[in-house]
């Protein structure tokens, strides 16, 4: 990797190097890029280590605007100035395994992409100081050691990629902190313990923790020892047994209580009001003759048929 860049290129806002066959490790004066927002070494061969002064990328610790804009100016034939115009930048940014091209919101595309190289070492805790960074990509790498506990500090963080290396330790608490996550990839480490609860993180598939056999917890199968499973089983099971019987006990109280209220309901009020007991008996006289006279005259009608 060309050691001129840093001094040479300090403005530099977009490097993509991706797909190419440059060694050896990542050199330092890249530090020296502070307007760099999208760093893309992707599918090389670069070895060695992560450098610390990743912090030194003052464009991914800032919000920055929509575009990326440069001005120019055009001249006449005397070689004299006659316009201005701006001119806004666009480029092709490999975003979440798909390529798009970027422009109207470039600004706020902020990523490193060191993936598919041969770093070691471990991830540099710098580079949670980079609290504007949208994207990155560690995977498949020989990366080693443990996840920053201050991971969290990447708030703005949409794609953290950290798979098929060699991390080692628990997942850090802070990562269920990152709410914008939305594509998170750590399988194939040797990661362990369990997984932190935080909705964030149980949202994602297996897939996502699959390739670390020391992990436990949701949204895996595997329980975590303390986590009080085969309890809690049995527990469900005496509930189950129990449930039944309290369900018969107040189906029968039900009943019981719907008979006496209709009962008394009814009866209680012909007992204790005279005239409504009255003008109950005088209904049940006047539907008997009703039924009599009905009956009789259905009778006559069916004889008169017969005779004719």
Known sequence: MPTWIGGSLSNLIILN????????????????????????????????????CISNFTAMTEKGNLTITYNYTIYDSEALPTEHRPYIDKELVKWKGKEFEYKNTLGLVKSIDFSSNMLTGEIPEEVTALQELVSLNLSRNNLTASIPATIGQLKSLDVLDLSRNQLIGEIPTSLSEIDRLSTLDLSYNNLSGKIPRGTQLQSFNTSTYEGNSALCGLPLLKKCLGDGGKEATNTYSHENNIQPDENDMWFYISIALGFLVGFWGVCGTL??????????????????????????????????????
């Open 271 to 308: 007992v204790l009001n005279n005239a409504w007991r009255r003008s109950y008996f005088q209904f049940l006289n006047k539907m008997k003759d009703w039924l009599y006279v009905t009956t009789l005259i259905n009778m006559a009608k069916i004889r008169r048929g017969l005779q004719s």
């Open 17 to 52: 190097l991706r797909s190419n066959r440059f060694s050896g490790s990542i050199c330092s004066t890249i530090c020296q890029l502070k307007k760099i927002q999208i760093l893309d070494l992707f599918n090389n061969d670069m070895s060695g280590t992560i450098l610390r």
